[in-house]
């Protein structure tokens, strides 16, 4: 969708307008710019490649769920610690430490980083008096 208001445009506002190819480039060279709303796509050429990708994604999808629930029970802790719920804190600290030493375990994160996040949550709830 190229028009010729393009030319006039400075280059950052090529893609607001939808615009896929750089001011001066004629029809016949390459694209130099994508549009933002269309995501690439990935074509594997070979039997293999298509099942590694399939591999991949799956990874991808399993990990991301393990990542988010630890994340989440993580900020379950920091929350109740900002808020002054030293109570809550204690008793949503195991659930976090457990989520996230299976995220570890998975190879979701590395393990030296699951036990500083451990470390300093557990660290957090102690010096938050209850």
């Not at 400075?10 to 130099?32: E, F, H, N, Q």
């Amino acid at each position: 969708m190229e028009s010729p208001e393009c030319q006039l445009l400075p280059v950052c506002s090529l893609l607001a307008i939808g615009c896929t190819r750089r001011p001066g480039l004629t029809s016949s060279a390459p694209k130099a710019l994508e549009c933002a709303s269309e995501p690439r796509v990935a074509v594997a050429n070979h039997k293999q490649a298509e099942k590694r990708n399939r591999q991949r994604l799956k990874r991808r999808a399993r990990n991301l769920t393990h990542l988010s629930s630890m994340r989440t029970f993580m900020k379950r802790v920091r929350r109740a610690l900002d808020g002054g719920d030293g109570d809550a804190a204690k008793a949503s600290l195991p659930a976090a430490v457990t989520a996230i030493t299976k995220a570890a375990s998975k190879g979701v994160i590395h393990r030296n980083t699951a036990s500083r996040y451990v470390s300093r949550l557990t660290k957090a709830v102690a010096v938050k008096p209850a």
